[in-house]
Every structure is written in structure tokens, then in C-alpha cells.
Antibody, heavy 120, light 107 residues
Framework: QVQLQESGPGLVKPSQTLSLTCTVSGGSISNGGHYWSWIRQHPGKGLEWIGYIYYSGTTYDNPSLKSRLTISVDTSKNQFSLKLSSVTAADTAVYYC????????????WGQGTVVTVSS | DIQMTQSPSSVSASVGDRVTITCRASQGISSWLAWYQQKPGEAPKLLIYTASSLQSGVPSRFSGSGSGTDFTLTISSLQPEDFATYYCQQANTFPYTFGQGTKLEIK
């Protein structure tokens, strides 16, 4: 069974870059059929799709974050990563990695989530 | 972006009740709609995709319907483990967007 696990710093200073990695286990990230995604949830709020990467390197970035966002993939490590630059307190959230199914267009597997706080 | 509006924002119900949650899209999304359940401190869990398809392993008391702009999630007979927050998500147009959530509480 495929599992996803986020890792990275829980505290980031304002204006710095938030960096998270998602490790996929129990299956290959290079198997077609899934877009590897990042989603965040602000405290007590709803869900916001950040973007995705396919194993080939094709990406989609949410336009609301596009200028600050980089999503990358390392197939040799079965990982994909998120970098969000110039963070502010508004980027404080729980960050989830998830798989978006190619045909059903739904997020079928999720990591447990990691809390990232932006504060000096 | 397509706006997804859920109603009600919260609902109180009892074990055994039938509950319906509504999701409305700001423009037509065909049947590209998914429903998720989220419990406190946990990641969302996929329940329904393409408006009415039940995700593997999800109990059959959950069902979804609708197309175009109006969709519903129905729980036919509430169980104690169903008290949670439910989200809809459109998958017709980038960026995919979620509703604001409906909190289902115990009466």
C-alpha cells in the first residue's frame, strides 16, 4: 500500500523559503496514473491546492502562488518537494502531500500533514 | 477560479439519522466533483469521486449525486465515526478548488 510522508522544518522565518519533501513508500513515484500534489490548510480553515508534479517533471502551479513556488521530483529517491519563497505569516498552515489520480481527478492518498509556522 | 459553496456550514444530527450536504459550483463542472471526510488532526479521506463513484473501502451508507453545478453527499444512517468535517472539491478546471467545509456534529 502506497504511503506518503512529509518532512521539513516546522518553523520558517518571514521572507525565507519554506522547503518540504514528500517521501512515497510502497510504490514507485514513476508509475503513471498519479500527479504528486501539495495541498495546504490554514489554521481552522479549508483546503487550498498548491500544485502538482508528474514523474516526468511536468508541473502545474496554482496561479495564486506561482511566482513563489517550485515543485520538483527526484525519482531516484521516490520523493517530490515543495519550495515556497518569500514566506509571510499568511503561509502558516498544515501542508499535505497527496496523490491526484490521473483519471478520476481526486486526491486518493494523503500524507499525515506537517505544520509549518512562519514567525521570527 | 471556480468557487465551491457548501451548505449548511454546520449541521447537528443523531446516530441513525439521514444527512444530506449540498455543494454548489459557481459554474458548470460536469461530474468532476469529489467529496472528502476530515477528522480533527487527520488528513482528509476520499469518499466519492466523479460525483457518485464510491472510493474503495468506503461504506455504502455514503452516496453522492449531481452534475453541472449542484451536488449532494448523503449519509443514509449516521454512525458515530461519521462525525467529522466534509469537503467538496471540483476537478473540472485548474486550479482545482475546495468548498469551505461542512461540520457534522452530534446532536
Amino acid at each position: 500500500q502506497v504511503q506518503l510522508q512529509e518532512s521539513g522544518p516546522g518553523l520558517v522565518k518571514p521572507s525565507q523559503t519554506l522547503s518540504l519533501t514528500c517521501t512515497v513508500s510502497g510504490g514507485s513515484i514513476s508509475n503513471g496514473g498519479h500527479y504528486w500534489s501539495w495541498i495546504r490548510q490554514h489554521p481552522g480553515k479549508g483546503l487550498e491546492w498548491i500544485g502538482y508534479i508528474y514523474y516526468s517533471g511536468t508541473t502545474y502551479d496554482n496561479p495564486s502562488l506561482k511566482s513563489r513556488l517550485t515543485i520538483s521530483v527526484d525519482t531516484s529517491k521516490n520523493q517530490f518537494s515543495l519550495k515556497l519563497s518569500s514566506v509571510t505569516a499568511a503561509d502558516t498552515a498544515v501542508y499535505y502531500c497527496a496523490s491526484l489520480t490521473y483519471y478520476e481527478r481526486a486526491f486518493d492518498m494523503w500524507g499525515q500533514g506537517t505544520v509549518v509556522t512562519v514567525s521570527s | 477560479d471556480i468557487q465551491m459553496t457548501q451548505s449548511p456550514s454546520s449541521v447537528s444530527a443523531s446516530v441513525g439519522d439521514r444527512v444530506t450536504i449540498t455543494c454548489r459550483a459557481s459554474q458548470g463542472i460536469s461530474s468532476w466533483l469529489a467529496w472528502y471526510q476530515q477528522k480533527p488532526g487527520e488528513a482528509p479521506k476520499l469518499l466519492i469521486y466523479t460525483a457518485s463513484s464510491l472510493q474503495s473501502g468506503v461504506p455504502s451508507r455514503f452516496s453522492g449525486s449531481g452534475s453541472g453545478t449542484d451536488f449532494t453527499l448523503t449519509i443514509s444512517s449516521l454512525q458515530p465515526e461519521d462525525f467529522a468535517t466534509y469537503y467538496c472539491q471540483q476537478a473540472n478546471t485548474f486550479p482545482y478548488t475546495f468548498g469551505q467545509g461542512t461540520k457534522l456534529e452530534i446532536k
